[in-house]
């Protein structure tokens, strides 16, 4: 049984930092593309950053490039998302979410997702 378990959030001011966790347990990384989703309450949940099973491609929502970057450990079964001049905007919980079928151009999709952690919720005081 796959399980994702987000840690690392918490209460920061704006332009400060955070690093986000997600560790996998039931499914190996090195097959799997993995994503960052965000949820704000009364919003939708939106895309963060991904990356791909092969070639490590990570796109990135326009909102976050240049502040957030993705990367994943295969040694360690993790991914984590560093987050840097963060805003009151990027208020949200954040989800982990990872898939062994999704192509490239669905990446930012969080349809093609099957594996979901419960979130982690980050909160950027102004």
């Known amino acids: 049984q796959v399980q994702l378990v987000e840690s690392g959030g918490g209460l920061v001011q704006a332009g400060g930092s955070l690093r986000l966790s997600c560790a996998a347990s039931?499914?190996?990384?090195?097959?799997?593309?993995l994503a960052w989703f965000r949820q704000a309450p009364g919003k939708e949940r939106e895309f963060v950053a991904a990356?791909?099973?092969?070639?490590?491609?990570?796109p990135y929502a326009d909102s976050v490039k240049g502040r957030f970057t993705i990367s994943k450990d295969n040694a360690k079964n993790m991914v984590t998302l560093q987050m840097n001049n963060l805003k009151p905007e990027d208020t949200a919980l954040y989800y982990c979410?990872?898939?062994?079928?999704?192509?490239?151009?669905?990446?930012?999709?969080?349809?093609?997702?099957?594996?979901w952690g419960l979130g982690t919720q980050v909160t950027v005081s102004s």
């Open positions: 039931g499914v190996s990384f090195t097959r799997y593309a």
């Open positions: 979410a990872a898939s062994g079928t999704i192509i490239v151009s669905q990446l930012r999709s969080h349809l093609g997702y099957a594996y």
């Open positions: 990356i791909s099973q092969r070639h490590g491609s990570t």
